[in-house]
């Protein structure tokens, strides 16, 4: 059985969609080293909803769904084709809450800034599945599960978001600057949890207290790993593809399980 890993790809800043770094090679060596790969789900921090939707969009557009960046991040296109079939195959296979349909949602740039590099190429298709912001994340972990016979299935299931995103903390005008206390703290005590296998510890992570409260001031960037973890086996193997940090407050910490 050929059962494909799943990811949460730290994504940082839109401008990381331009030229190369260290972070966008080791996006380029991860894409190239997978096989098997017929399809992609991406569940993004940047379409959070009320509900849960899935993308059934024939060639989803790329979406722009930020400001007062440099013309050439406005001029990127990711134009894979959608997978409307896997969709469905979505859609049936969540039975804890109503699952709709998006004839249009294209792909938000939390999806297309890492693909651009996972996948350059963008022959594979690739969907999205919707965040229900009125979801626990004990909620959005037990979907990860419904969806977890997909990675048997040929489809690679990607969360894409940040540990830590507190953009009122960024020093926004050096990408290296130091991290804090609280930031580290947090991100550690998530790592710890990941490796340890302990999923509760990453579920309830406002019992960390103020390095959550902190690091996570709106959870829309730390949910997309929820499904991650549901998605995954007893014996998948975690590890940390990429580690480090952007701006102060942005953990870049990358994950893949299996």
Same mark, same amino acid.
């Given at each position: 059985?050929?059962?494909?890993?799943?990811?949460?790809?730290?994504?940082?800043?839109?401008?990381?969609?331009?030229?190369?770094?260290?972070?966008?090679?080791?996006?380029?060596?991860?894409?190239?080293?997978?096989?098997?790969?017929?399809?992609?789900?991406?569940?993004?921090?940047?379409?959070?909803?009320?509900?849960?939707?899935?993308?059934?969009?024939?060639?989803?557009?790329?979406?722009?769904?930020?400001?007062?960046?440099?013309?050439?991040?406005?001029?990127?296109?990711?134009?894979?084709?959608?997978?409307?079939?896997?969709?469905? @195959?979505?859609?049936?296979?969540?039975?804890? +809450?109503?699952?709709?349909?998006?004839? $249009?949602? %294209? /792909?938000?740039? !939390?999806?297309?800034?890492?693909?651009?590099?996972?996948?350059?190429?963008?022959?594979?298709?690739?969907?999205?599945?919707?965040?229900?912001?009125?979801?626990?994340?004990?909620?959005?972990?037990?979907?990860?599960?419904?969806?977890?016979?997909?990675?048997?299935?040929?489809?690679?299931?990607?969360?894409?978001?940040?540990?830590?995103?507190?953009?009122?903390?960024?020093?926004?005008?050096?990408? @290296?600057?130091?991290?804090?206390?609280?930031? +580290?703290?947090?991100?550690?005590?998530? $790592?710890? %949890? /990941?490796?340890? !296998?302990?999923?509760?510890?990453?579920?309830?992570?406002?019992?960390?207290?103020?390095?959550?409260?902190?690091?996570?001031?709106?959870?829309?960037?730390?949910?997309?790993?929820?499904?991650?973890?549901?998605?995954?086996?007893?014996?998948?193997?975690?590890?940390?593809?990429?580690?480090?940090?952007?701006?102060?407050?942005?953990?870049?910490?990358?994950?893949?399980?299996?």
């Amino acid at each position: 059985m050929n059962r494909l890993p799943a990811f949460f790809f730290a994504h940082g800043s839109p401008m990381n969609a331009l030229g190369t770094s260290p972070w966008s090679e080791m996006l380029r060596r991860t894409g190239s080293k997978l096989t098997g790969v017929q399809a992609i789900l991406m569940i993004s921090a940047h379409w959070y909803t009320r509900g849960t939707g899935v993308s059934f969009a024939t060639h989803p557009e790329t979406i722009y769904d930020f400001y007062g960046f440099p013309p050439e991040l406005y001029r990127i296109t990711y134009p894979a084709p959608g997978s409307p079939e896997t969709a469905e @195959r979505v859609q049936n296979l969540i039975r804890s +809450v109503p699952v709709l349909a998006d004839p $249009a949602m %294209g /792909l938000d740039h !939390g999806a297309w800034s890492v693909l651009i590099h996972l996948f350059p190429d963008a022959a594979i298709p690739v969907f999205q599945l919707s965040i229900d912001a009125g979801l626990s994340p004990e909620g959005h972990y037990r979907i990860g599960r419904e969806l977890s016979v997909l990675r048997e299935e040929g489809v690679l299931i990607c969360g894409s978001g940040n540990i830590v995103h507190n953009l009122r903390a960024a020093d926004f005008q050096n990408p @290296r600057a130091e991290p804090a206390g609280w930031n +580290v703290r947090f991100d550690e005590a998530i $790592a710890e %949890g /990941l490796r340890s !296998g302990n999923h509760e510890t990453v579920l309830n992570y406002l019992s960390l207290g103020q390095d959550a409260r902190l690091s996570v001031p709106t959870p829309d960037h730390l949910i997309p790993l929820f499904y991650i973890l549901g998605s995954s086996h007893p014996k998948d193997p975690v590890s940390f593809i990429w580690e480090g940090y952007e701006h102060a407050s942005l953990s870049m910490r990358s994950v893949r399980i299996g």
